[in-house]
Structures are given as structure tokens and as C-alpha cells.
T-cell receptor, first 111, second 114 residues
């Protein structure tokens, strides 16, 4: 079956660094996505990993280890506006196919 | 402006009534998707379509129906057979470029069945 695990909730302080982990067990692997979703809004794309290693994009970085079925999203210099849910999603088939989503991690940034 | 539109943003219906949620995209994307999101839950796939006049069931298709008569449009009907229809419904679309296909999401429709 398909299984994507993330912590349910995390809290971090403004200005700090936080790492959100994601482990996956899927029938195939053709890329891992991270999305940000503010309450009541649509998810917005943050990052994509298909090869092992770190992808950096401003304050956000994402890491992938395919052999371990593991990814993390790293958020630096946290701001209050980073309070949101972060969704890990895997594309388990090639082609224009659906993503398999984890349940999301709700991050609260406190002063 | 290219994008995905869903209407309405909020929808209320009485129990036992069918309701159709609209999803339109002008991104020229081939594939379109419907997801359902419940509080504290991730996105669960209802239906998807990779090409006009063709669609496949997702993990939770029971009680829902779709059509794909035009590339731009992928309406979702929530029927009275859906036991617990109150949820946040998200439509998405994607196009494959090489081996990459990012999904873009519409703003969502929050359906409440009274």
C-alpha cells in the first residue's frame, strides 16, 4: 500500500530553523513534492526532489534520500507568516498522474 | 491571467440533494484532478482525468461523478449517495514537461451539507 508519514504538529520560534520530516513507502517513486497550505486556502508549491540530495530555494530547502524513503523540509529564519500546514506528496507513477499526499504537518511559529 | 478557478467558494446544500462543483483551467494542462480534504487530514484523490473524455477513479470515488467533455473543464458532482459530503474540495491540474509534472491547485470549494 501507499504510506506517507509526517508529524502532525510542530511549534517553533520566530527567527529559528525548523525541520519537517517525511517518510514514505509507495509502490513506485517518480519525485517528491512539498506544498505549503494556509488554513482555508489552496496548497502552493514549495519544492521538488527526484534525485538524492539537497535542493535550496531561499529560506526553504528540501532533502531526499531515496534509499531510506525519507525527505525533510528545512525552513530557516522563521517568520510568523510561515505558520501553515506543510504537505509532503509523492508521485508514484511516471506520466501525468496523481500525487499521494501525507496528512500534513501543522507548523505554528510563535514570537 | 492563467490559472484554475473553482466556484463557488462556499456552498450549502440540504441532505439528499446532488450538487455540482465547478473547476475551470486556462493553463492548457492535459490532466485534472479532484481531491477532498477533511480537518486534520491530507488530500485524498476522488477522480482524475489525463485526457478529454477519459477519467479514472481515485481512492474515494464512491458517491461522486465527473465528466471531462472539454480540456478546460472538470466538474465534480457530489451525489446523495455520498455519506459524508461536508468537506473542502480542491481541484488541480498538471502538464508533463519531460519527467516533471507539478500540480497547480484551484482556491477550493467548501461544501457544507445541512
Amino acid at each position: 500500500g501507499q504510506n506517507i508519514d509526517q508529524p502532525t504538529e510542530m511549534t517553533a520560534t520566530e527567527g529559528a530553523i525548523v525541520q519537517i520530516n517525511c517518510t514514505y513507502q509507495t509502490s513506485g517513486f517518480n519525485g517528491l513534492f512539498w506544498y505549503q497550505q494556509h488554513a482555508g486556502e489552496a496548497p502552493t508549491f514549495l519544492s521538488y526532489n527526484v534525485l538524492d540530495g539537497l535542493e535550496e530555494k531561499g529560506r526553504f530547502s528540501s532533502f531526499l534520500s531515496r534509499s531510506k524513503g525519507y525527505s525533510y523540509l528545512l525552513l530557516k529564519e522563521l517568520q510568523m507568516k510561515d505558520s501553515a500546514s506543510y504537505l509532503c506528496a509523492v508521485r508514484d507513477h511516471s506520466g501525468n498522474t496523481p500525487l499521494v499526499f501525507g496528512k500534513g504537518t501543522r507548523l505554528s511559529v510563535i514570537a | 491571467d492563467g490559472g484554475i478557478t473553482q466556484s463557488p467558494k462556499y456552498l450549502f446544500r440540504k441532505e439528499g440533494q446532488n450538487v455540482t462543483l465547478s473547476c475551470e483551467q486556462n493553463l492548457n494542462h492535459d490532466a485534472m484532478y479532484w481531491y477532498r480534504q477533511d480537518p486534520g487530514q491530507g488530500l485524498r484523490l476522488i477522480y482524475y482525468s489525463q485526457i478529454v473524455n477519459d477519467f479514472q477513479k481515485g481512492d474515494i470515488a464512491e458517491g461522486y461523478s465527473v465528466s471531462r467533455e472539454k480540456k478546460e473543464s472538470f466538474p465534480l458532482t457530489v451525489t446523495s449517495a455520498q455519506k459524508n459530503p461536508t468537506a473542502f474540495y480542491l481541484c488541480a491540474s498538471s502538464i508533463e514537461v519531460g519527467d516533471y509534472n507539478e500540480q497547480f491547485f484551484g482556491p477550493g470549494t467548501r461544501l457544507t451539507v445541512l
